[in-house]
Antibody, heavy 121, light 108 residues
Framework: QVQLVQSGAEVKKPGASVKVSCKVSGYTLTELSMHWVRQAPGKGLEWMGGFDPEDGETIYAQKFQGRVTMTEDTSTDTAYMELSSLRSEDTAVYYC??????????????WGQGTLVTVSS | SSELTQDPAVSVALGQTVRITCQGDSLRSYYASWYQQKPGQAPVLVIYGKNNRPSGIPDRFSGSSSGNTASLTITGAQAEDEADYYCNSRDSSGNHKVFGGGTKLTVL
């Protein structure tokens, strides 16, 4: 059973950066494909990016290219998502989620509890 | 705009059957997965692949697909099924993922 525990809520000023962590237990991070999904208040889910095992690379949604960096520390089984140049529209709950894939089937089976990032001056 | 299209809201009478749909070109090539999200909670996977339920998901939840449309069916909807439902799949360009806009299900 995989458990994902995320870091606590953050308040940031416009232009700053935020780094959210996601600690894995039950499996090692190298066995998982970690992704990040965010949800603005009252809005839907938005995929930000994640590890693509087919290419062996981390891929990012076009919308966040150049502003987001997803990294992993395999020594502590912790994944990180850093978003820079924050603006008010980045206020959202950020989730980490593990993806399983096989042939034409892709799904996020485990989710973190979410981290609220508030961007406000 | 989302490459996967869902109806914003659907309602169903208690105990009746409801179908929530998701449309997109990429669904001709890839299966959709479905997520239930209740207020203040993280999403929960309810259906993936052709019609697979994770452990703990009631068998009243089922999935199907035809052409560019994936469907989530709840047979005998319960009050606790009231939630937002999202579909997800690859996008039409390749290895990126995309969510539908979500459907708010109300159980009357």
């Amino acid at each position: 059973q995989v458990q994902l525990v995320q870091s606590g809520a953050e308040v940031k000023k416009p232009g700053a950066s935020v780094k959210v962590s996601c600690k894995v237990s039950g499996y090692t991070l190298t066995e998982l494909s970690m992704h990040w999904v965010r949800q603005a208040p009252g809005k839907g889910l938005e995929w930000m990016g994640g590890f693509d095992p087919e290419d062996g690379e981390t891929i990012y949604a076009q919308k966040f290219q150049g502003r987001v960096t997803m990294t992993e520390d395999t020594s502590t089984d912790t994944a990180y998502m850093e978003l820079s140049s924050l603006r008010s529209e980045d206020t959202a709950v950020y989730y980490c989620a593990t993806e399983l894939s096989s042939s034409s089937v892709y799904y996020f089976d485990y989710w973190g509890q979410g981290t609220l990032v508030t961007v406000s001056s | 705009s989302s490459e996967l299209t869902q109806d914003p809201a659907v309602s169903v009478a208690l105990g009746q059957t409801v179908r929530i749909t998701c449309q997109g070109d990429s669904l001709r090539s890839y299966y959709a997965s479905w997520y239930q999200q209740k207020p203040g909670q993280a999403p929960v996977l309810v259906i993936y692949g052709k019609n697979n339920r994770p452990s703990g998901i009631p068998d009243r939840f089922s999935g199907s697909s035809s052409g560019n449309t994936a469907s989530l069916t709840i047979t005998g909807a319960q009050a606790e099924d009231e939630a937002d439902y999202y579909c997800n799949s690859r996008d039409s360009s390749g290895n990126h993922k995309v969510f539908g806009g979500g459907t708010k299900l109300t159980v009357l």
